[in-house]
């Protein structure tokens, strides 16, 4: 058993007595309640748990804390920023992107990712950036158009 | 509860079958001007933030209690408070099929309530209060409509003849929009907060006049769900969001070879890990729609309790467990399909003298589809919390909540009285959380630990467990006469039974009067093999496997008969007699969406080789839908959808985006089960455990899919399901017509078809 401070969203956050095992997602949800990221498969194969770890997307399922708490960590609870939605977020409302909405959070994540690093992706590189997160209501192509709408919505995006 | 007492079914046959004959209602077409001789509805006063308020009467002791007793908000269903927001209740489950969104859209649209002033909530679980609270069948929108489209035109009635009273006009110079009642003579207008108080006091209506289709401002528009906001932001929402203070978290092994019981486990060396609070065993009532034996292991984390069940040792007692071997069961079928069916079920003219009469072309052909598990995302759970006084609390992603209420009142032994049940968001349905097993379970946990505890599935408890949709074979036989019309058709298929008596759900021969009666020749048959492994209703049952069979085999009619596929399809569908019951398949509509698909995907262009398109109908739910697939094939037999385009019948459409996406969904659920998704089992236990081994559909396989909807005047219907059964044989008739291959078993990757 160990304690750790992790920074998550900004915030440095304690946490004590847990095993230096135990995956980020079940510290994230059930130590800091924080259960917007998702359990999905525990083996790094749906993406439901996705966050980023210094700026990344990755899989929370398959990462002991103890590795985590050296980094900065965003979940989906830190997407939005000072209560203003990531364009992603308002795009995914505005096309009505969820259906049963599960797997939203993890989907979000990893395309903020990708328009961290790219501002205008193609369909392949949405595909490529895209392919690690399973939606089993099959809203892949919302998605789709979702990325697209919010990339040409980003700030400081000129034409 | 007084009215809605289920009895617990004997078996898992029973289950279903009985859930089927609840959800079979008739969504007959109605008259404009509704007469409200039940009384549907009561006033209720003296709730939070004022205003008028009606509830449901559905004619139970406990409505009428709760009104003496003057009101609490329990029953409201639709409330204008006095500072003009207008409160809906969202009735049935949210599985994503948009239902939180769609029901209260049906009562603002004849409110003529402004959307941005309607707060949506989940009401609580109480079928004597509600009515029927499920998720299934493609039902909520068909049950629900007529209903709901009253309860909103009362209200609208009651705030009219309100402002009649207060500017002394007759009630019929008013009119109303945007949650305002508005006098044009005088130039005036009052909002609805204004009026509610006012309105409370008068008598309900007797009759109310409901809008007609072209007057909807609301319905058939694009709305965004009302839970949107919070889903993009991570609030907690679902079953497994749950969380309570001072509570415990809890993992169920059973045996992996369904009917097993638990012989011994070592339970000490359980509970000697940090982290695990108590671990024991469950006997469980040997109802697998219940509670089957098992190890239960509370722990102080999630984490814990998952590490401590990958130590846990059991010897399992297998004398009455499933010794299934879906290897056996396909060299059965291989032997059964030489013979005719068992159970015939429908035969017409001269089946076998149509099969050898001079000039006729004769097709034979057998197809397979393998088992499926449901997979969605969101593993089984339910949070309960068992109290000193008896009473259990329970929070659940279920389908079907007051069957979760009725099965834990069963297992516990305890009066439904007893049994508060919470309905959560549920993070993905298909027909796999219609059983209450995992609440069923977290309840008989629950009643052994201090405070709540949240029972959590890994994901290989939810593939190993599932309800799976059950596979089979359909023996397909058929001849097109010298013409080129189809001249008989037969259908012969190989399932199984759980009970001895009847097909397990979703192991019927489902029949909709098509093609058997647009040929004068037909034999549809069953044949039941014995079956222990769990089965259960998956999207569309028995119409996701028979469409494949049967749209395939006519793909492959038209083939034979060298007619085009439409032009093949057309016809026959035209050979149906006029539609007699409004609720059944209708030949005209099935013609209008396969002409829509057709021209919409552009049928008939010249595509380079190795390119084809393949055309399928199939009606269920009420839905007549067609869907046209664009499919490149390479002579790896690697695959590539380019498209598929789907036209739909579902009567006028109540939101457009969410009936749009559940086809989008239900394409590249139906692609992603035909291409690669089987369950397998040996000696009684399921061969694939996670994702891994289960490769649902991946965005970057995704085709571009075109929706088109014919809004017509019939009653609407739900779409939740019926998008999914023409996808694979839209997809298979388009490899045909690409390559000359014809795929016969589902999953493809079984034919060395990869995408």
């Not at chain 2, 859209?105 to 009515?131: K, N, R, T």
């Not at chain 2, 019927?508 to 093999?529: F, K």
Request: net charge negative.
């Amino acid at each position: 058993m160990a304690n750790y401070t992790l920074n998550v969203n900004g915030q440095a956050l304690e946490v004590t007595d847990v095993d230096p095992d135990t995956p980020l997602l079940w510290v994230l949800r059930d130590e800091l309640g924080m259960v917007g990221t998702k359990f999905g498969c525990g083996i790094a194969q749906c993406g439901a748990c996705t966050v980023h770890l210094n700026g990344t997307a990755a899989r929370s399922c398959s990462l002991p804390v103890s590795a985590a708490a050296d980094m900065v960590v965003t979940t989906i609870e830190g997407l939005a920023l000072n209560g203003e939605l990531h364009p992603l977020q308002q795009a995914w409302i505005d096309h009505d992107v969820p259906q049963c909405g599960y797997c939203q959070a993890g989907q979000l994540m990893s395309a903020a990712a990708l328009l961290a690093t790219n501002s205008r992706p193609s369909d392949q590189d949405i595909d490529n950036a895209m392919a690690g997160n399973l939606c089993r209501c099959g809203t892949y192509q919302r998605i789709r158009l979702a990325i697209h709408d919010a990339a040409a919505k980003l700030p400081g995006r000129t034409g | 509860m007084t009215q809605n007492t289920h009895t617990s079914p004997s078996t898992l046959t029973d289950y279903f079958s009985s859930l089927m004959q609840e959800l079979d209602v008739d969504p007959a077409p109605a008259a404009p001007i509704r007469q409200l001789t039940r009384r549907s509805f009561i006033k209720l006063t003296g709730l939070l933030g004022g205003g008028l308020a009606l509830g449901f009467n559905l004619g139970s002791q406990k409505v009428m209690a709760n009104t003496v007793n003057s009101n609490t908000e329990f029953s409201a269903y639709v409330q204008i408070r006095a500072d003009g927001s207008v409160v809906i209740q969202a009735k049935n489950p949210e599985i994503g099929q948009g239902v939180k969104t769609a029901l209260p859209m049906i009562v603002a649209e004849e409110l003529d309530a402004a959307w941005e002033d309607v707060e949506v909530i989940q009401s609580p679980i109480d079928e004597d209060v509600y009515g029927r609270q499920i998720a299934g069948g493609s039902r909520s929108i068909p049950e629900n409509w007529d209903l709901l489209r009253e309860a909103g035109a009362s209200v609208r009635a009651m705030l009219v003849a309100a402002a009649a009273a207060q500017w002394s006009v007759p009630a019929s110079e008013l009119r109303t929009e945007n949650t305002r009642v508005i006098h044009d003579a005088s130039n005036r207008s009052v909002g609805y907060g204004e009026l509610a108080e006012a309105a409370a006091k008068l008598e309900m209506p007797t009759s109310v006049t409901l809008k007609r289709v072209g007057d909807y401002r609301l319905l058939g528009r694009r709305i965004s769900g009302v839970d949107n906001h919070k889903l993009v932001t991570g609030q907690p929402l679902f079953g497994i969001d749950q969380s309570l203070p001072n509570m415990s978290y809890a993992v169920y092994q059973k045996c992996p070879a369904v009917g097993g019981k638990v012989a011994s486990a070592n339970l000490d060396h359980i509970k000697s890990l940090k982290g695990v609070k108590d671990a024991f065993i469950i006997e469980g009532n040997n109802k697998t729609d219940e509670v089957m034996p098992g190890v239960a292991i509370i722990a102080n984390s999630t984490y814990a309790a998952f590490r401590a069940k990958r130590e846990l040792e059991i010897e399992w007692d297998e004398s009455e467990a499933s010794k299934d071997s879906w290897t056996a069961f396909q060299a059965q079928a291989q032997e059964l399909a030489l013979k005719s069916a068992k159970n015939p079920l429908v035969t017409t003219g001269d089946f076998a003298g149509a099969m050898t009469a001079p000039g006729h072309k004769i097709v034979e052909s057998f197809y397979t589809h393998h088992f499926v598990a449901h997979a969605a995302l969101e593993p089984q759970n339910t949070t309960a919390w068992y109290k000193p006084d008896g009473s259990i609390e329970i929070w659940a992603p279920t389908q079907t909540p007051m069957r979760g209420v009725n099965g834990v009142a069963n297992s516990l032994g305890i009066s439904q009285e007893k049994i508060t049940l919470h309905q959560t968001r549920v993070g993905g349905g298909f027909g796999r959380r219609l059983t209450n097993d995992t609440v069923c379970e977290a309840a008989a946990i629950a009643k052994r630990v201090d405070g709540p505890v949240k029972l959590q599935w890994t994901r290989e408890d939810d593939t190993l467990h599932d309800f799976n949709r059950v596979g089979g074979f359909h023996v397909m036989k058929g001849a097109v006469d010298a013409s080129g019309k189809l001249v008989a058709y037969s259908d012969h298929l190989i399932s199984f039974t759980e009970d001895g008596r009847s097909a397990v759900s979703g192991g019927q021969l489902r029949m909709t009067g098509y093609p058997e009666n647009a040929c004068a020749n037909a034999s549809m048959g069953e044949t039941l093999l014995p079956l222990k492994i769990t089965c259960g209703a998956f999207r569309a049952p028995a119409s996701n496997t028979v469409a494949w069979a049967q749209q395939s085999f006519i793909g492959e009619l038209a083939a034979a008969a060298d007619r085009d596929q439409v032009e093949f399809l057309l016809e026959t569908l035209a050979a149906l007699p006029e539609p007699t019951e409004p609720r059944g398949m209708n030949k005209h509509r099935a013609i209008a969406t396969v002409k829509l698909a057709a021209e919409k995907a552009g049928w008939g262009k010249v595509m380079p080789a190795g390119r084809g398109m393949g055309v399928s109908f199939f009606f269920s739910h009420f839905g007549h839908i067609a869907e046209v697939a664009e499919v490149s094939v390479t002579d790896a037999r690697k695959l590539t959808v380019h498209n598929v385009t789907v036209a739909a019948d579902v009567g006028p459409i109540v939101n457009l985006s969410t009936s749009e996406n559940l086809l989008e969904g239900a394409v590249i659920d139906g692609l992603s089960t035909m291409m690669g998704l089987e369950i397998s089992f040996e000696n009684g236990r399921v061969q694939q455990e996670n994702f891994h081994q289960y490769p649902i559909l991946r965005s970057n396989k995704a085709p571009k899919i075109a929706v088109h909807l014919i809004q017509s005047d019939n009653h609407p219907t739900g779409l939740g399901e019926p998008g999914l059964p023409p996808l694979a044989p839209a997809v298979g008739n388009a490899i045909f017509a690409a390559s000359g291959i014809r795929p016969r078993t589902m999953p493809l990757s079984k034919e060395g078809f990869t995408i």
